[in-house]
C-alpha cells in the first residue's frame, strides 16, 4: 500500500513539474506577445496613415480635416510630404525643439513624436535654412523613411514632395542626402541671412553628400533640411535636404505598393529578427512539449489497459522513477539556467542615464554570448559594484578620448558636444584626460550626458565586466 502511495505521490510531482514547465513557457509566450503588441501599437499610432482624414489637397480650396487637427492642438500648422515615402504628416511648432520629441501631433504623451519645425524658423518658411525634426523608427514611421535615401536607386527615384504652410502649397525638390552631427553649428543655424553663410552652406552640403543631383542653387533659394538620427552614432544624424518650389510636381506613387509595408515587415519590424527567432522556438518548443506529454500519457494509459499481469511487474521501480523525475527537473533547470545566464539576460533601467532612447522602468534584453567583443557605438550592459547597468561603448582599447572646451573628443577627432566639459563631474572627482583606453577595457557613457554616472566618473569598464550586448527594449509603462 504504501509503494502505491508513493508512486501516486511521485506521479502528482511529475505531473506538478509537467505543468510548472508548461505554465512557465505560457507566461514568457504572453508576455512575449504583450512586448510585440505593445510595440506594434506604437508603431501603429506613429504610422502616416492615423494623419490620413486630416491630410490637405492641394486641390481642395477648403481644409475641413486639417481644421479640424488645428482645433485639437493649434501647434499644428502645415504639412509634409515626401513623395514615394511613409513620409506624410502633419508640421508642428513648439516654444521649444523639445516640446514635441515625446509628444505627438494630437497633443498626446507618444515616444513617437511628432514632425516639427525648428522653433527658430518662420512657420511660411521665409528662412534660408529651415529645419525639421522627426524621430528615425522602424516601418518608415516619422523620418524612418530618410535613411533609405542612402541607397543609389531610392534617392534617385523619389525626387519630389511638398510643403504647405497653412495657407500655401509649395513643392520639395529633394538634392542631398548627408551625414552630419547634431552640435553641427553649420547645418543647424536657421538664422543664416549673409550671402557668404548661405554659399559656404551650400558648398558644404555638396562636399559632404553622400547622394546628390546637381541643382545650380543659389542665396536666393530656401532650403528645408530633414534631420534624424542614425542607429549607429550618439549625435549622428542623417540629413534629406530638398529646395523649396513654387510648383506643385505630380505625386508618381500615389497608390504605389511600394508605399506600403507587408505584414512580415510589419512582424520582423516589431520584434526584431531575433525576437521572430526566439518565439519561434518558444512556440516549437511548447507545442512538442505539450503533445510529446499528452502522447505519453495517452501511450502509459494503453499499454497498462493491454498488459498482462506478470508484465506489469516490469514497470519501472520507485528508485528508478525518482531518479527519472529528479532528471526531468534537472534538465529543465539547466535549461532555463542556460537560456537566462548563459545566452540571454534581462535588466530593468533603474536611472536617467540611458535617456532619451532608455527610460526608467524599461527592460532591456541583452545577450551574453560574444560580450567581450564590444564596438564602439554597442549599447552594453555592464557590471558596476554588483549593479548592472546599461550605456554606450565610445570607445575601446588602443581609444585616446579626450573631453575640452571644444567637446568630447575620441582619436583627436571632436564629436562636437557643446558644454560636455561643463557637466562632466570628474574634473572634481580625479580622472584625468587624455585617457588611453587599456588593453581589455573600455570607455562607457549614458546617452544622456548630463545626469549619466559612467566612466567619467569611474573609469574605463573591464571586459570581464560586461555583461552582455541589448537586444532590444521592452517598454516598461512604469510596471
Known amino acids: ?35 510585440w503588441w505593445d510595440t506594434n501599437s506604437m508603431y501603429l499610432q506613429a504610422g502616416a496613415a492615423n494623419y490620413a482624414m486630416f491630410r490637405p489637397n492641394p486641390a481642395q480650396e477648403e481644409e475641413i480635416g486639417f481644421d479640424e487637427l488645428q482645433e485639437i492642438n493649434p501647434n499644428v500648422f502645415g504639412w509634409i ?52 525634426y522627426g524621430h528615425d523608427m522602424d516601418r518608415g514611421a516619422m523620418f524612418g523613411d530618410i535613411a533609405l535615401f542612402e541607397e543609389n536607386y531610392f534617392f534617385h527615384s523619389r525626387r519630389f514632395g511638398t510643403i504647405f504652410t497653412g495657407e500655401k502649397f509649395y513643392g520639395l525638390e529633394i538634392f542631398s542626402f548627408l551625414f552630419a552631427d547634431a552640435y553641427d553649428n553649420d547645418f543647424y543655424n536657421p538664422n543664416i541671412t549673409d550671402d557668404e553663410q548661405k554659399i559656404a552652406l ?19 533659394d530656401r532650403l528645408v533640411v530633414m534631420s534624424t538620427c542614425t542607429p549607429t552614432a550618439t549625435n549622428g544624424r542623417h540629413l534629406l535636404v530638398a529646395r523649396l518650389m513654387d510648383e506643385i510636381p505630380e505625386d508618381s506613387f500615389e497608390g504605389d505598393p511600394t508605399r506600403t509595408v507587408s505584414g512580415i ?18 512556440i516549437l518548443f511548447l507545442t512538442v512539449g505539450i503533445t510529446t506529454w499528452l502522447a505519453r500519457r495517452k501511450r502509459k494509459a494503453e499499454i497498462a489497459e493491454l498488459m498482462p499481469k506478470v508484465e506489469r511487474r516490469k514497470r519501472l521501480t520507485l528508485r528508478e522513477e525518482l531518479l527519472f523525475l529528479f532528471g526531468k527537473i534537472g534538465m529543465i533547470g539547466l535549461m532555463l539556467f542556460m537560456c537566462f545566464n548563459v545566452v540571454f539576460g534581462f ?22 554570448i560574444g560580450a567581450s567583443h564590444v ?11 554588483g549593479v548592472p547597468q546599461v550605456r554606450r561603448a565610445i570607445a575601446v582599447a588602443g581609444d585616446t578620448v579626450d573631453i575640452t572646451e571644444r567637446g568630447l573628443e575620441i582619436n583627436g577627432r571632436v564629436q562636437s558636444e557643446l558644454g560636455i566639459f561643463e557637466i562632466t563631474e570628474q ?26 554616472r559612467d566612466s567619467r566618473i569611474y573609469g574605463t569598464i573591464s571586459l570581464d565586466d560586461v555583461l552582455g550586448s541589448v537586444v532590444t527594449v521592452l517598454r516598461g509603462r512604469n510596471i
Open 347 to 368: 535588466v530593468r533601467i533603474e536611472d536617467a542615464s540611458m535617456e532619451p532612447s532608455l527610460r526608467e522602468s524599461d527592460i532591456v534584453l541583452f545577450q551574453r
Open 202 to 220: 551650400i558648398e558644404r552640403i555638396f562636399e559632404e553628400s553622400i547622394q546628390y543631383r546637381d541643382l545650380a542653387l543659389t542665396v536666393d
Open 427 to 452: 574634473f572634481s572627482e580625479g580622472v584625468q584626460f587624455p585617457l588611453v583606453v587599456p588593453e581589455g577595457e573600455i570607455f562607457v557613457m549614458g546617452d544622456s550626458r548630463a545626469r549619466s
Open 81 to 132: 510630404h515626401v513623395f514615394g515615402t511613409h513620409i506624410d504628416y502633419p508640421l508642428l511648432q513648439g516654444v521649444d525643439n523639445l516640446r514635441y520629441v515625446e509628444t505627438n501631433a494630437r497633443g498626446e504623451h507618444s515616444a513617437a513624436g511628432a514632425i516639427f519645425l525648428d522653433f527658430r524658423n518662420n512657420q511660411n518658411f521665409t528662412d534660408f535654412n529651415n529645419i525639421i
Open 375 to 385: 564596438l564602439a557605438r554597442d549599447v552594453v550592459v555592464v557590471e558596476m559594484n
Open 1 to 35: 500500500m504504501a509503494r502505491k502511495d508513493n508512486r501516486r505521490f511521485l506521479k502528482r510531482i511529475d505531473k506538478t513539474v509537467d505543468l510548472i514547465f508548461v505554465g512557465f513557457l505560457l507566461i514568457v509566450l504572453i508576455y512575449s506577445g504583450y512586448a
Open 265 to 282: 515587415d510589419r512582424l520582423i519590424a516589431g520584434v526584431g529578427e531575433i525576437g521572430l527567432i526566439i518565439g519561434a522556438i518558444l
